[in-house]
């Protein structure tokens, strides 16, 4: 390990988040009693320009008045190059700071973005004396935030997680995309000639690139990877795939932009009973070697070390969050 520790965020339950638009305030009662771990009330491209003071006025009310029950609460402000953002931030942290728990700030492109967006948020909750302390999500969605992804992790000690924006993305990088956060057939290698002579196509994830760079910057500053949306909300198995490799990858939690998607993130982003099982299994292997004076220490037939019992630790903590 390097002499530099890495800093964790807050922990929270974040395997789904829904995005719920500001200005459709009859959605925002289904929303609390739904399973999903995090709500965003959205203030940006869900809501159209002449709808956003009403929208704002909507989660105001809504934040003060509703019960929201445990549900971690965020906020997507709209984005740093619209006049929208500042009464955005103003209005809704004075009025309604003590109930949000994150905001979201969409198209980051700097660190600066984030600094701009801290200095207003610290000014407004010491004028207004709130304890608690609002933290950010970031969503990677521009060529310009993904090249200064790291930067922009470790911009704020309010940073909590980075989202992967995959619709923005592919406008901003000018991607040939299909589906929101679906695959492309022409992303994929022709194979050679096979014994029978034919040759097949392998379709490849055009996004793994960037996530996997989003993954990396999450994790070297202790923030959670979280998978951005799946636009086919009629297909549950292509939203369960993009889910997967993305949990594969290090990812904590997916986007639902329909309510039906929130069951699909919960199960794929939380360990099965099989893996705490197993996982539980091998801190006690562990337990065991170490006791006897032993590093390493074989469990059906594989290798444990060090490694494995940091992973496992892991995934018995997850487990531990979700039956809190
Ligand atoms: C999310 O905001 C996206 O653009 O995918
Ligand atoms: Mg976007």
Redesign the pocket.
Known sequence: MSFHPIEQARARLNRSELAVPGSQPQMFQKAAESDVDVIFLDLE?AVAPDEKAQARKNIIKALNEMDWGKKTLSVRINGLDTHYMYRDVVDVVEQAGERLDLIMI?KVGTAADVYAVDMMVTQIEDAKGYKKRIGFEH?I?TALGMQNVAAIAGASKRNESLHF?????AASTRARTTV?GGVNEHYSVLTDPLADGSRQIHWGDMWHHALATMVVAARANGLRPID??FGNFQDPDGYKAAAYRAAVLGCEGKWAIHPSQIALANEVMSPSAAEIERAQKILKAMAEAEAAGKGAVSLDGRLIDYASIRQAEVLVEKARQIAA
């Open positions: 491209d969409p969503i969605e924006g995959v619709a923005d993305y929101i951005g949306p």
